[in-house]
């Protein structure tokens, strides 16, 4: 069976509450689960302006996931998507293979790193008299809301080519 590497990208109804996203997510696991794909990544945006009004609509919820997928389940997903009506626009992209190979020697790369660290007891004791937070640094408290975290639970670390990528969030102007 072949397998490739897909990003699919979608917009939501603005208007969608919490539950309502999270059953289309799981509704798109199920789909990919079933077919025997596998979920890399999931990436929730957030509440964002449109470029153009959809269905009057002038935000819209964004998420896009990266996925390994047979095309079989390409066609599942676009049927099951273009019947939701919730979802305002998708878009399924097959990623560059290069740039997928890329990515996956980073992430091992970095979990071969923290799993040396984590190894290492005088490095980690090191490691933590170093994050102790003085009188002039904030709390670590303030550092844990800058880490997101996927559906699971887990956090989820953008490089800083990644994060340069995510536009801002966009406030509701109460002037409209």
Known sequence: MVTRDYELGFILNPEVNEDQTRSILGRVEQIVTNHGGQIVRVNQWGRRRLSYPIEHHRDGFYV??????TPETVAELDRTLKVSEDVLRHLMK????????KE???REARAAAAAAVAATPAASAATAEVAKPTA??????ADEEA????ETGASIVLTD???????PAI???ETD
């Open 64 to 69: 896009f996931i990266d996925m390994i997928l």
């Open 94 to 101: 097959r990623r560059d293979p290069k740039a997928v190979q």
């Open 104 to 106: 996956r020697e980073e």
């Open 136 to 141: 002039e640094e904030p709390a670590a408290e």
């Open 147 to 150: 880490i997101a975290r996927d």
């Open 161 to 167: 080519e990644e994060e340069a990528d995510v536009p």
């Open 171 to 173: 406030e509701d102007d």
